[in-house]
């Protein structure tokens, strides 16, 4: 069964680095996402993207966060200075079209900032 | 503003007990409800509901969805240790469809 591939499982970076989370979603799909779950709380959704731009963002993906796809595979979300409340599990999701409304989603990076 | 809603936050039970897990939401321009259930990391797929009263199986578990009143349920029969696990609700909404979701029931099911 495809995959969405999620590196690297696990991440602990300083405070104030930079850190990106790669992806790799299931090969015929259109429509990308990433989510967060802080340890104990709800996953929350970041962002969508389709068509190469953002199509929605929430009110968390604010201007530390960017997303890029940047060879046709892979699908990244970066941080630019990391704070300690960052530290949360990051999912990434892909779905085929507008009418598949079957996440899969990746098994996640844990990201402790310190 | 959009929530989704889970009860109970957690549930302890015996092996062979029957569960049911609530879940009722408030979004703008609905368009499905999905089960998941997170054991160690991802969340993996277990039903979408987009009618309501139509009722979807996969061996002991099952779910149903009542859009008038913006409710879902989960049903598991003859739980097994292995059901033990985080179930989340989530709900589509928007234009692209995000995903909602709600605090999840803990569920652990004891031999």
């Known amino acids: 069964e495809p995959e969405v591939t999620q590196t690297p499982s696990h991440q602990v970076t300083q405070m104030g680095q930079e850190v990106i989370l790669r992806c790799v979603p299931i090969s015929n799909h259109l429509y990308f996402y990433w989510y967060r779950q802080i340890l104990g709380q709800k996953v929350e959704f970041l962002v969508s993207f389709y068509n190469n731009e953002i199509s929605e963002k929430s009110e968390i993906f604010d201007d530390q966060f960017s997303v890029e796809r940047p060879d046709g595979s892979n699908f990244t979300l970066k941080i630019r200075s990391t704070k300690l409340e960052d530290s949360a599990m990051y999912f990434c999701a892909s779905r085929r079209d507008r009418d598949d409304y079957g996440y899969t989603f990746g098994s996640g990076t844990r990201l402790t900032v310190v | 503003e959009d929530k989704v809603v889970q009860s109970p936050l957690s549930l302890v039970v015996h092996e062979g007990d029957t569960v049911t897990l609530n879940c009722s939401y408030e979004?703008?321009?609905?368009?499905?409800l999905l089960w998941y259930k997170q054991e160690k990391k991802a969340p993996t797929f277990l039903f979408m509901l987009t009618s309501s009263g139509i009722e979807k199986k996969s061996g002991r578990l099952s779910s149903i969805l009542d859009k008038k009143e913006l409710f879902s349920i989960l049903n598991i029969t003859a739980t097994q240790t292995g059901d033990s696990a985080i179930y989340l609700c989530a709900v589509h909404s928007g234009g692209y469809n995000k995903l909602i979701f709600g605090a999840g029931t803990r569920l652990a099911v004891h031999p």
């Open positions: 979004v703008t321009n609905f368009r499905s």
